[in-house]
């Protein structure tokens, strides 16, 4: 196949531009006018002008629960306590008894603001046992039927239990209570994860997106993904994560990071630190918020990991969490350094000015979220007051010399790597001037943390994030270049078409 007549990116600072493409399989075989001869009678597929990128990866996405959440009552955007409860009502199943799932509702956002209780849901549903799934993932507002389902196992170490003034709990679990109650309590099969995931990989392939860093990290999220390769290739690259406390097991079964095929690998193992900014757990150098696992603890598992061969991702988002987890790296770099293992922070939402340069210099990668900054700057103005110069520190971080790579935190932010590169590069998704607009990145860098730099992470440097001879052929077609449209132009780019491993897997040519 040759694409011509477009600017291809290659992500490639030696050779940034090219003509076209050529493709002989699954692979880049060159630029056209230099290997395009080589090809027996290519299919040609006129680019029209348009801009051929890597595909995007998202490095940072909890891909089932994503998926699962398109089929769920979503309370993002509802402005208020009464906007939250009306679709619930409007959203209540049929038949007594069965489950309301949805998520995404922060009470933060609510005029006016107001705490969420089990008895403001049974008002509404009765005997319906609902779950909703706070914004940031680690609260859930529950009915009292859904309360009861649990028989009061609430309690576990790292959680808390929201109670009243009689000490009775009001409907609302933060951190591993939350956690737990999920994974014990709420009832999703197989079949219902799987069917959601197929239709999610065909929206993810419609955003641009070849390849996922998958940080839901529980076994059923890999049982997945195995079913569906079973049934046919993915058209997704999954590097899969496993949760920290696996890897003595992992290491005696001879797993290390890797294992797997192009498409379907395991990659790292996921740890917390502590809660987040929109629960209000986020650990604090004054002291406050929720620590999950402390800096020792850390060091210890980073230890057992690199036995194992595994890099670890790390969730810190107060200064305290992302300051214990940086010192915890720095005690443990003598093991995993010379390994040549790629550890990382994940979120690295609020940093002590003088931790900005510890991450180049330990060589930790800042996995982060763009459209984080944008959404959640009320919430980071409102908590963290006079500290916001190193929140979302993007061009901070980038400019000491650390490894930046983008992310959705779907379905805490909608899967849309194109809206994360605008928030990265604009500040802001709105009509607001941009947040601390120092800390913006160039849209080239931008580029950079959704394609180069999670390849890199991944181990994959030598075949995927770049458009050269050798690499897979994963590409992103769009409407225009984003490197030279006008800023005010970011938000209407558009996804033409996507291809993985020389196959399109979004919108095949001819294009209109």
């Not at 196992?153 to 959680?159: A, C, S, T, Y």
């Not at 003598?334 to 002590?352: N, Y």
């Not at 990668?365 to 959404?375: D, G, M």
Request: hydrophobic residues 40%; aromatic residues 6%.
């Amino acid at each position: 196949m040759i694409l011509e007549n477009g600017i291809v990116r290659t992500m490639e600072p030696s050779l940034p531009t090219a003509r076209g493409l050529a493709i002989a399989g699954e692979w880049i075989a060159g630029g056209v006018g230099t290997h395009e001869t080589a090809l027996a009678s290519p299919e040609r597929v006129d680019l029209g002008g348009r801009c051929a990128l890597p595909g995007f990866t998202d490095s940072h996405v909890h891909f089932p629960t994503w998926a699962m959440a398109q089929h769920e009552v979503r309370l993002e955007d509802a402005g208020s306590l009464d906007e939250a409860l009306a679709r619930v009502r409007a959203a209540l199943p049929a038949r007594p008894g069965t489950w309301l799932l949805g998520r995404g509702w922060r009470s933060g956002d609510w005029q006016p603001e107001v705490e969420p209780t089990k008895e403001l849901l049974d008002e509404v549903a009765g005997a319906t046992p609902i779950a909703l799934m706070a914004r940031d993932s680690h609260s859930v507002w529950l009915s009292s039927a859904a309360l009861d389902r649990a028989n009061g196992d609430l309690e576990v170490p790292g959680g808390v239990v929201e109670v009243d003034e009689h000490g009775e709990p009001t409907g609302v679990l933060r951190e591993e209570s939350c956690w737990h109650f999920r994974d014990a309590y709420i009832e999703t099969t197989d079949e219902e994860y799987v069917d959601a995931m197929r239709s999610a990989i065909k929206l993810a392939n419609s955003r641009g997106v070849t390849a996922v860093h998958d940080k839901d990290g529980w076994l059923g999220a890999l049982r997945f993904w195995q079913r569906l390769a079973s049934e046919r290739p993915l058209s997704l690259r999954v590097w899969q994560s496993l949760p920290a406390e696996k890897a003595d097991d992992l290491a005696g079964v001879g797993i290390a990071a890797g294992f797997g095929n192009p498409r379907l690998k395991l990659g790292y193992l996921k740890a917390f630190m502590d809660g987040t900014l929109g629960s209000q757990t986020a650990r604090m150098l004054d002291g406050t918020g929720v620590e999950i696992t402390s800096r020792d603890e850390l060091a210890e598992l980073i230890r057992h990991a690199a036995r194992a061969g595994f890099p670890i991702a790390v969730h810190a988002i107060g200064d305290r969490a992302n300051r214990d987890a940086l010192d915890a790296f720095e005690e443990t770099r003598s093991e995993w350094q010379p390994l040549g293992i790629r550890q990382r922070i994940e979120h690295a939402q609020l940093l002590a000015p003088e931790d900005v340069e510890r991450f180049g210099q330990l060589g930790v990668a800042a996995s982060v979220q763009f459209s984080h900054a944008p959404s959640d700057r009320d919430l980071a103005d409102r908590f963290w007051a006079g500290k916001t110069a190193c929140a979302y520190a993007f061009r901070s971080l980038w400019d000491s010399g650390a490894l930046l790579a983008n992310g959705s935190d779907a379905p805490i932010e909608e899967l849309d790597p194109l809206a994360g590169i605008c928030a990265g590069a604009l500040r802001t998704l709105d009509d607001r001037p941009a947040w601390h607009a120092e800390q913006a990145l160039t849209v080239e860098q931008a580029l950079q943390a959704s394609t180069v730099n999670p390849a890199w992470l991944a181990g994959d440097e030598r075949r995927r994030g770049k458009l050269l001879p050798g690499y897979y052929a994963d590409l992103v077609v769009l409407d225009r270049d984003p490197m030279v449209c006008p800023p005010s132009e970011l938000p209407d780019v558009q996804v033409v078409a996507t291809m993985l491993g020389g196959a399109w897997v979004h919108n095949p040519p001819p294009w209109d």
